[in-house]
């Protein structure tokens, strides 16, 4: 009969340990990061993996814009300025006879919010796609 109780016992406290708290993520779904999320600084991509401004001659040149997170920014690559997906597209286009200039603005641990806090200041290039 103990075990009995034992077992049932055990059993009501693990349904009430799995039901939802009041704040779940299906109430809110976009609740605002940690406080130690919300200041952190994400790793940026390497300078040389975010190409220079056209120069006033390359009218013709279509710039792509690449925003996202390491995987954009071409985290833990050897080179990720030649080897991160952005640079691997502008090259390809490049062979393919486009003129492409690709924008790498990508950041390693970048979130929703961080990007959302930053998207202006990046469209502030003006890039055509």
């Known amino acids: 009969m103990l075990r009995l109780f034992v077992l049932l016992a055990s059993l009501s406290l693990l349904t009430v340990g799995c039901d939802?708290?009041?704040?779940?993520?299906?109430?809110?779904?976009?609740p605002e990061p940690?406080?130690?999320e919300a200041n952190a600084?994400?790793?940026?991509?390497p300078a040389s993996a975010c190409t220079a401004p056209t120069e006033a001659g390359d009218d013709d040149t279509?710039?792509?814009l690449f925003f996202g997170d390491s995987l954009t920014a071409g985290f833990g690559l050897a080179d990720p300025s030649a080897d991160a997906?952005?640079?691997?597209?502008?090259?390809r286009a490049r062979e393919a006879g486009?003129?492409?200039?690709?924008?790498?603005a990508g950041v390693s641990g970048e979130t929703t919010a961080g990007g959302l806090r930053r998207i202006e200041w990046v469209l502030d290039g003006e890039p055509d796609v």
């Open 98 to 104: 486009w003129s492409v200039r690709a924008v790498n």
């Open 62 to 64: 279509v710039t792509v």
């Open 34 to 36: 940690p406080a130690a």
């Open 85 to 91: 997906y952005p640079a691997r597209i502008e090259a």
């Open 41 to 45: 600084e994400p790793e940026a991509a």
């Open 20 to 30: 939802r708290p009041p704040s779940s993520s299906l109430e809110n779904p976009d």
